[in-house]
């Protein structure tokens, strides 16, 4: 169940609805922040493997993700394989390797031999386990002793985008079990104390992959997965949903945690998206979302990640533009 697959497919679906300028602002800012090397920029203007991803991504989502980009970034992401820690040093690394990689191929086709191919899913697999832990989850770091939900579903996404399956299911779903909280909401791990949007849509989206994998099958799209799955989510996840709205705040963006001073990006996506997967969808919360994501946009193309926030980047303009796409389809 190749979930990143399935939330491109998700947010181009939505963002097909968009008017057509919406998109080519969007399209044109994202292509402007390749790189000479062929990696995307990050906040500072160097390349990065992770803001890479989410450039590509983006640009597959829009239908712009060209050959000649998909070439130069898929050369960029081959030199990164043998730099140490370059592409596979934690989830984070290798499950943004993978998405960037597959994306490129998709449009160019295999750019390995199966040979290469088999060495560097045997290595992606060797450091993810090396980060397995006895409580069931994967570990943010080689320093930390316990899992962290949001890094085992990276790692999940990995393990799916290779082609594969998580390994020791039965041992990661006593881990979501343990981080899941009988009010809604999912902790971060053990030494949480209260209970996060993202965190949340983790532990809702790795609930119905693992139910998904195996003897259910394999959908063509996450509305056929989430359908399938809904009786399901409505029975065993439903409470969530509840969670998560209480997260919505005054801004119309949703707040990360119960703490936060103020809402951002992420956490609105997120926020929307679990919504979504559990069939709450809400007209108004999403409506009033839209609006708070629309304050965010640079006139120019581009998302900032909260309110004051100055500096746009590739990251939070993926969530601006699911943010759109889940507006475009629910409203």
């Known amino acids: 169940m190749d979930f990143l697959k399935?939330?491109?497919?998700?947010?181009?679906?939505?963002l097909a609805k968009t008017p057509a300028e919406y998109r080519e602002k969007h399209a044109r800012?994202?292509?402007?922040q390749e790189h000479p090397n062929g990696g995307f920029k990050n906040r500072r203007g160097n390349a990065e493997l992770y803001y890479t991803?989410?450039?590509?991504?983006?640009?597959?989502?829009?239908?712009?993700?060209?050959?000649?980009?998909?070439?130069?970034?898929?050369?960029?992401?081959?030199?990164?394989?043998?730099?140490?820690?370059?592409?596979?040093?934690?989830?984070?690394?290798?499950?943004?390797?993978?998405?960037?990689?597959?994306l490129c191929e998709e449009v160019l086709g295999p750019q390995v031999t199966n040979t290469e191919r088999i060495e560097l899913t045997r290595l992606t697999h060797a450091r993810l386990g090396f980060l397995q832990r006895d409580d069931g989850g994967w570990a943010k770091t080689a320093l930390e002793g316990n899992g962290s939900l949001y890094h085992t579903f990276l790692t999940a996404c990995t393990y799916f985008?290779?082609?594969?399956?998580?390994?020791?299911?039965?041992?990661?779903?006593?881990?979501?079990?343990?981080?899941?909280?009988?009010?809604?909401?999912?902790?971060e791990n053990k030494f949480s104390k209260r209970a996060g949007t993202n965190g949340t849509a983790a532990g809702v989206a790795l609930t119905l992959l693992l139910t998904a994998s195996g003897a259910v099958g394999r959908f063509a799209s996450w509305t056929g997965l989430a359908?399938?799955?809904?009786?399901?989510?409505?029975?065993?996840?439903?409470h969530h949903a509840a969670f998560v709205k209480t997260m919505f705040s005054e801004e119309g963006g949703f707040y990360a945690m119960p703490s936060a001073p103020i809402a951002d990006l992420l956490s609105t996506y997120t926020g929307l998206f679990t919504l979504k997967m559990l069939?709450?969808?809400?007209?108004?919360?999403?409506?009033?979302?839209?609006?708070?994501?629309?304050?965010?946009?640079?006139?120019a193309g581009g998302y900032a990640g909260f309110a004051l926030e100055t500096i746009v980047d590739c990251e939070y303009t993926f969530y601006g533009l699911g943010v759109d796409s889940i507006a475009s389809s629910t409203g």
Do not use: C, H
């Not at 069939?279 to 994501?293: E, F, M, N, V």
């Open 29 to 32: 800012w994202i292509a402007a």
């Open 6 to 14: 399935l939330l491109r497919d998700d947010v181009r679906d939505g």
């Open 53 to 102: 991803t989410f450039s590509l991504r983006s640009l597959s989502a829009l239908n712009v993700l060209t050959p000649a980009i998909a070439k130069r970034s898929a050369d960029f992401l081959l030199r990164l394989r043998k730099e140490r820690g370059g592409a596979f040093g934690d989830a984070v690394s290798a499950g943004s390797w993978w998405d960037a990689f597959a």
């Open 161 to 187: 985008r290779m082609g594969g399956e998580m390994p020791d299911t039965e041992k990661l779903r006593g881990f979501l079990k343990s981080l899941e909280q009988p009010g809604g909401g999912f902790f």
């Open 227 to 238: 359908e399938k799955l809904m009786p399901l989510a409505v029975r065993d996840l439903g």
């Open 279 to 299: 069939g709450q969808s809400d007209p108004k919360i999403t409506a009033r979302a839209l609006a708070y994501a629309r304050g965010m946009e640079d006139e």
